[in-house]
C-alpha cells in the first residue's frame, strides 16, 4: 500500500529560506501588513531590506494582520488538486498570534486531511520545524510519524534575540511586562526569548556588544545542535559576523535571515536573533 501524499503549510513568520519554500509540497501563506493606509503580502509585495531602511521614517507605525481563513482554505486546495492526501499545518505560537486561529477555522472544512500544529515559536523557530516535517514527508514518513517528529523539534527549538528599541516591542501589546514601566527599559539592549510560546525577558544591558556576548553565552549553554539560524531587522554584515562566531557550535552551516517584516514591526531595526534546534 503506498503512503499517503503529505504537504505541508506554513506562514510567512517561519522565515523559511526561499530554496526550501520552492521545493514541492510546501506553501507559505504569507501575513498582512500596512504602511502608511497601503496593505501588502509579507514577503511577496515589496523588499525587507528597504522596509528595514525606511522603518524610521514612516508616517505611522506599520501595522500586521493574520491571513484571513480564505487564504488558507486557497492554500489546502491547491495542494489537494495537485495530489496531496493529507497536510500538516505549522503556524507561528498562538500566544503571540491569530494565525494558528485563522489556520484553525479553515482546516475545519477539510475534516481529517488537515491538521493544524501551534509550533509554540517564531520565526526559525517556527521555519526548522517545517523544514523537519517537509524533510520526512518527502522521504515517505506517515502522518503519525510526521506529527510525532514535530513534537520533538518543538520540545528541541530555542530562540533568543536582541531587541533594539523597546518602543516597537511596547506598541505591539504582546508583550505584557513592556506595558508598564517602560521609561526605564527605553535606552537599553533587551535580551528575549520564547518559554511556553510567550516572550520572556532575559536580561537587560547597556550596549549591544555586551547584548551578543550574553546571547553567545545563553546559545553556547544549549549544547550540540543540529540547526542554527541567525535572523536580523536590516543588518546583514553584523548578522554575518555573528553567524561566523556561532559557526563552531552546530554540526551544520548557520543559515542567515533577514526577518520577515511582520516580526520587524514589533521589534525595530537593527535587531539580531538565534533560533535553533538542539541535537
Avoid at 105 to 126: C, H, M, P, T
Amino acid at each position: 500500500m503506498t503512503s499517503p501524499r503529505i504537504a505541508i503549510v506554513t506562514d510567512s513568520t517561519a522565515d523559511i529560506p526561499s530554496n526550501e519554500a520552492a521545493k514541492p509540497g510546501i506553501k507559505v501563506v504569507p501575513a498582512l501588513i500596512t504602511i502608511d493606509g497601503e496593505s501588502f503580502l509579507d514577503g511577496e509585495n515589496f523588499d525587507r531590506a528597504e522596509f528595514y531602511h525606511r522603518l524610521p521614517e514612516y508616517k505611522s507605525p506599520p501595522t500586521t494582520a493574520s491571513p484571513p481563513p480564505a487564504l488558507f482554505t486557497d492554500a489546502y486546495t491547491s495542494l489537494f488538486n495537485e495530489g496531496f492526501d493529507k497536510i500538516i499545518s505549522i503556524h507561528v505560537s498562538g500566544k503571540l498570534s491569530a494565525i494558528y486561529n485563522m489556520a484553525c477555522q479553515s482546516a475545519q472544512a477539510f475534516n481529517d486531511r488537515v491538521s493544524v500544529f501551534d509550533s509554540g515559536q517564531l520565526s526559525l523557530g517556527i521555519g526548522f520545524q517545517v523544514m523537519e516535517a517537509a524533510a520526512a514527508a518527502r522521504a515517505g514518513a506517515d502522518l503519525t510519524t510526521i506529527l510525532d517528529k514535530l513534537s520533538k523539534a518543538k520540545q528541541q527549538s530555542r530562540v533568543i534575540a536582541m531587541v533594539n528599541k523597546l518602543d516597537y516591542l511596547r506598541r505591539s501589546g504582546r508583550v505584557h511586562w513592556l506595558t508598564a514601566g517602560i521609561g526605564a527599559w527605553l535606552h537599553v539592549k533587551m535580551v528575549v526569548g520564547l518559554t511556553d510560546g510567550m516572550v520572556h525577558r532575559i536580561r537587560a544591558v547597556r550596549t549591544r556588544n555586551r547584548a551578543l556576548g550574553e546571547i553567545h553565552e545563553l546559545v553556547k549553554d544549549w549544547g550540540s545542535l543540529r540547526r542554527l539560524g541567525v535572523m536580523h531587522t536590516g543588518i546583514p554584515d553584523e548578522a554575518s559576523q555573528f553567524a561566523r562566531m556561532l559557526e563552531p557550535l552546530c554540526e551544520n552551516s548557520p543559515i542567515i535571515i533577514e526577518a520577515t517584516t511582520v516580526i520587524g514591526t514589533h521589534v525595530g531595526e537593527g535587531s539580531i536573533g538565534i533560533a535553533a534546534l538542539t541535537a
